[in-house]
């Protein structure tokens, strides 16, 4: 018997909020006649986005509310209300889920306030016959589960009438898809230009700057060879070594823009060589990726995968403190997962590089944007304390 009021219980507060829903209807009801008269006359027509803005709050607090009794989401399939007002105004009028979203609200003012007054008759019924069938008889109640019943339908009706047609829902998804489109092609863009910057800013800062002392030296050189061989000797002595410097500037900017041992010794080996370089102690594992018959992924992934290590590993041995990480890339279908591990402090979601903390935000915001490029996804897991997990997926069609 306590088990049936307990349950008999929660179905009631289910419904009474329900019912407090369908009150709320009401007063939207008379909010809608407002909007209708404004707009009507167009000069409030600037009203009707956001009461439908509001229509969109209350159908999506009651899909919380039903996916929370019955354990299944009811999905929304809405059109973007954006742009200017003419625009909002016209997307809020052509979008079918505000007539469902209305169809629903008069709808649920009926059956909501019925089922809430329903549920308050069996209870007063209920407690004097399960009182009597169950708790005396010690026979299963009968009255108070149909409370129960009362919410699961309350649900019913409310998940049919706002579930959006196939249609709506996939419009709804290539919607999202377009603007999660243009976000990362604005991110590849700025991505591009901060990489186009550092190429120019190292080109500057380093190669040029030593080919112009290259330069005055061997000019020095010319002019002293006459009188003084020895001083001519020991310029051209430095302008080699400029050279040289030079030679190793001009490599590294190289390497920034695409590494030579991509090249020659694929993924794996590009990866091995950056363990070994990184002054921590690394372990590589490439579940798949390594053999001959395995087919090497596009140029772009491998690329993306390479920076992307590289960084992860550059932050760890800058920032977490640890000594060991370790590195695993998986093959998998139309995929390539990595996964970059160190056992350090952590901090690494932090906004900012901090004293104690982990990398800062614009290495993976960074690392971000070039796995965005491609359409993959990065998850950063640096709970304070450590570990530090990045895991990043690629598409790849091997």
């Known amino acids: 018997m306590r088990e049936t009021v307990e349950q008999a219980g929660r179905a009631t507060a289910q419904l009474m909020r329900a019912a407090g829903l369908a009150l709320a209807s009401y007063l939207y009801v008379a909010l809608l006649l407002f909007t209708a008269v404004a707009t009507a006359i167009v000069v409030g027509a600037g009203v009707l986005p956001e009461t439908v803005l509001l229509l969109r709050r209350m159908a999506g607090f009651k899909r919380r509310q039903v996916g929370a009794w019955s354990g299944k989401p009811v999905p929304e399939a809405y059109a973007p209300l954006t742009g200017e007002l003419t625009e909002r105004v016209r997307a809020a009028v052509r979008d079918p889920s505000t007539y469902r979203d209305l169809r629903w609200l008069f709808a649920h003012f009926g059956y909501g306030l019925i089922v809430a007054y329903v549920s308050l008759i069996v209870w007063s019924v209920g407690l004097f016959v399960d009182g009597v069938w169950c708790g005396l008889l010690k026979r299963p109640a009968v009255v108070l589960p149909l409370i129960s019943r009362l919410a699961d339908l309350d649900a019913a009706w409310s998940s049919a009438l706002l579930t959006p047609s196939p249609e709506a829902q996939r419009s709804a998804r290539l919607a999202e898809r377009v603007e999660e489109l243009t976000a990362t092609r604005a991110g590849a863009v700025a991505a591009h230009g901060a990489e186009l910057r550092r190429i120019e800013r190292d080109l500057h800062d380093g190669a040029q700057a030593r080919l112009v002392s290259l330069s005055m030296r061997v000019g020095l050189a010319k002019r ?62 490439a579940d798949g990726i390594e053999g001959e018959d395995v087919p090497r992924a596009p140029a772009a992934v491998e690329a993306a995968a390479y920076f992307v290590i590289a960084e992860a590993l550059t932050n760890a041995a800058k920032h977490s403190g640890s000594r060991r990480a370790w590195v695993e890339l998986i ?16 901090g690494a979601e932090t906004p900012a590089a901090t004293p104690g903390g982990g990398m800062g935000g614009s290495g993976l915001l960074g690392m971000r944007r070039r796995v965005a490029a491609l359409d993959g996804t990065m998850e950063v897991s640096s709970p304070v304390g450590g570990p530090t997990v990045i895991e990043v997926e690629l598409p790849c069609a091997w």
């Open 331 to 346: 093959r998998t279908p139309g995929r390539l997962r990595i996964v970059v591990r160190d056992e350090g402090r952590g």
């Open 224 to 285: 002293a060879y006459d009188k003084d061989p020895d001083a001519a000797r020991r310029l051209l002595d430095d302008a080699q070594n400029q050279a040289e410097e030079a030679l190793t500037e001009l490599r590294h900017v190289v390497r920034g823009i695409h590494p030579p041992i991509l090249t020659d010794r694929g993924l794996v080996g590009a990866v091995r060589a950056l363990a070994a370089s990184s002054g921590l102690d690394v372990a590589v594992d």
